[in-house]
């Protein structure tokens, strides 16, 4: 045998290696604990034979507390490019049968090598958390180590979509890596994000509770609205992040992938002509309105347990990637609150970033009132939705289905927010608010006039409304101000914002010269 081929045997032999991360034993574990393995993962999302690894006989070099003995091929993360669906992604997931898959200097190497790379080819980031955290033994060279990679996170953001899939634990400072990037996506049941775990918990403030009721799935889907997305399992989160990504574009100078559109265009949809309620204080779907006008009624929703009274989420109009932000009546009524406010804020600045086109549904009545709100700084929050959509320079369409009030009118992409095309049902009630609150402010010393001569104040008041509604709850006083563009028929809906979306395709607008805005937070 010659030395070339000892050579090359040598080499298969250390491939075979790496490939099996800390051993048979601790696969079975990882697979007995109901996940895959780190590269196992990657074969699942990435197309067939594409994945290229990088580093992969990496060691790290802690020789502290017997490390030395604990030293694996590659270490505890899996890192390289690949394709999905044809398209250039680059992608890194950490081995939990590796050190528990706790980041070592090396690691971080690994890891931000790949996102230099994508940041220099423009192409997606994808990372799979599955981590005991920072790795004791190497003390500050392992926090230098996410140090690192958050800085490459904010540099990357705007620039291209990173999407996090959250598969184990991530405790302590790890978490900010995934809470920098565009998209969380958690498995139910086998993942859980926390900065202090609930050992600390109980130290520090008494409070008994377990891992999955401090940071699981269900918790940050639900309540603090740190994940996007959640799964049932392994395989299901890695079909989302597939789909998520055919409405992405590869970076912030390209187009989100076409598609072929086999919707006719000018499809019209009688539903919409009798889906409103005849009492406006009555409950409608917005999910139906959603699925009448988008190609072949598909909607990917982002958030969909998070803030119920705003929808968002990702849709085509012939065949092109649409962000859809809408009010949902089904949900408190539709009012917009300090949730509803930042999931609406983030999800504008992502599609702005990344030149995909939004369009408004709008049925919204007001904030929704009360100490809890203010103390909540639902002024902030409602700020940070009309600054989204006030910077966004994509084209913005916004469709006023019925109710439009006050403050909430305003940061729903109006005109003067520099929506570019705003239309208006003829159902539409663009005003200052309310019939009732608005004749109650206007009619006061009448009403309490009336009730002083014994009259009958509430005939009075009703009589009021009817004016007051027939006055100003129609889409016409806006329209006679250039600020609704068309008042349109309900059924043409798709079309128009098909034809508008066309029309836009070549729009340019400019900011201002500065280093950054300071959105209020």
Known sequence: MSKQVEKIKELIAKREQARLGGGEKAIEKQHGRGKYTARERIDMLVDNGSFEEYD?????????????????????????????????????????????????????????????????????????????????????????????????????????????????????????????????????????????????????????????????????????????????????????????????????????PRIECTDPVNRTEDLLNEILPDDPNKAYDMYKVIGAITDNGEFFEVQPKFAKNIITGFARFNGQSVGIVANQPMAYAGVLDTNASRKGARFVRFCDAFNIPIVSLVDVPGFLPGTGQEYNAVILHGAQLLYAYGEATVPKITINIRKSYGGSHIVMGCKQLRSDLNFAWPTAEIAVMGASGAVAVLCAKEAKAKKDAGEDVKSFLAKKEEEYTEMFANPYQAAQYGYIDDVIEPRNTRFRICRALAQLATKRQNLPAKKHGCMPM
């Open 56 to 256: 992969m006989f990496k060691l790290h070099r802690c020789h502290n507390f017997g490390m030395e003995k604990k030293q694996y091929l590659g270490d505890g993360v899996v890192a390289g490019s690949a394709t999905i669906d044809g398209r250039l992604v680059y992608v890194y997931a950490q081995d939990f049968t590796v050190n528990g898959g706790s980041l070592s200097e090396t690691m971080s190497q690994k890891i931000c090598k790949v996102m230099d790379m994508a940041m220099q080819n423009g192409a997606p980031v994808i990372c799979m958390n599955d981590s005991g955290g920072a790795r004791i033994q190497e003390g500050i060279c392992a926090l230098a180590g996410y140090g690192e990679i958050f800085e490459r996170n904010i540099l990357a953001s705007g620039v291209i979509p990173q999407i996090s899939a959250i598969m184990g634990p991530c405790a302590g400072g790890a978490v900010y890596s995934p809470a920098l990037t565009d998209f969380i996506l958690m498995t139910e049941g086998t993942s859980y994000m926390f900065l202090t775990g609930p050992k600390v918990v109980k130290t520090v403030t008494g409070e008994d509770i377990d891992s999955e009721h401090l940071g699981g799935a269900s918790v940050h889907s639900t309540k603090s609205g740190v994940t996007h997305f959640t799964a049932k399992n392994d395989e299901e989160a890695l079909e989302l992040i597939k789909t998520l990504l055919s409405y992405l574009p590869s970076n912030n100078t390209e187009e989100a």
